[in-house]
């Protein structure tokens, strides 16, 4: 059973609209929600983070939208940007520090 | 600064053969993480230890060990490789008390099983 789940394995976009990567969760125990950019030959970098007992985060050009009751959370970045073309992952964590990763988005943004 | 460091960043082993992957941080972090990821799936926790001498399984533990003597260092212990070992594996630290519990990780170390 697939905690985390990411249901788009691709988006493409054009330069300076806006990107939009969904992510759904089962588990209403985790405490933070995260998003991490990963590039080809890379670690994961973290980008944004959500506490579970807010709504939004905005952190530059990134949103982070909780919506608890449907179990959702979204990730907004405006105005996209060529360099933001990599996979996105959404990860869930518990204050015992264990992060469960969804699956993946690759977002390519378009010149 | 190096953060996360893993060693090898690429390895090749035949089936039964073991290795030890290598991972060190500079950070002072309590919790260690190894990760493996597949093609096109996300990342599978494989053991975790929230501070030296402490360990503990995750997701998909079976084939592999760890062991943490000191805060910096978290090998990864492959006994008996199968083709099914064959991923990339990610080491990563975190210091859960002070933030969100975001992971910082390591470049990865590719390792194919034949």
């Known amino acids: 059973d697939q905690q985390v789940k990411q249901n788009s394995p691709s988006l493409s976009v054009q330069e300076g609209r806006i990107s939009i990567l969904n992510c759904d969760y089962t588990n209403s125990m985790f405490d933070y929600f995260l998003w991490y950019k990963k590039y080809p030959a890379e670690g994961p970098t973290f980008l944004i983070s959500i506490s579970s007992i807010k709504d939004k985060n905005e952190d530059g050009r990134f949103t982070v939208f909780l919506n608890k009751s449907a179990k959702h959370l979204s990730l907004h970045i405006v105005p996209s940007q060529p360099g933001d073309s990599a996979v996105y992952f959404c990860a869930a964590s518990t204050n015992a520090g264990k992060s469960t990763f969804g699956d993946g988005t690759t977002l390519t943004v378009k010149p | 600064n190096a953060g996360v460091t893993q060693t090898p960043k690429f390895r090749i082993l035949k089936i039964g053969q073991s290795m030890t992957l290598q991972c060190a941080q500079d950070?002072?972090?309590?919790?260690m993480y190894w990760y493996r990821q597949d093609p096109g799936m996300g990342l599978k926790l494989i053991y975790y230890?929230?501070?030296?001498?402490?360990?503990d399984k995750g997701e998909v533990p079976n084939g592999y060990n760890v062991s943490r003597s000191t805060t910096e260092d978290f090998p990864l212990r492959l006994e008996l490789a199968a083709p099914s070992q064959t991923s990339v594996y990610f080491c990563?630290?975190?210091?859960?008390?002070?933030?969100?519990?975001?992971?910082?990780f390591g470049e990865g170390s590719r390792l194919t099983v034949l």
């Open positions: 230890s929230v501070g030296a001498g402490i360990t």
């Open positions: 990563a630290s975190s210091y859960p008390d002070r933030s969100a519990g975001e992971l910082f």
């Open positions: 950070m002072n972090h309590n919790y």
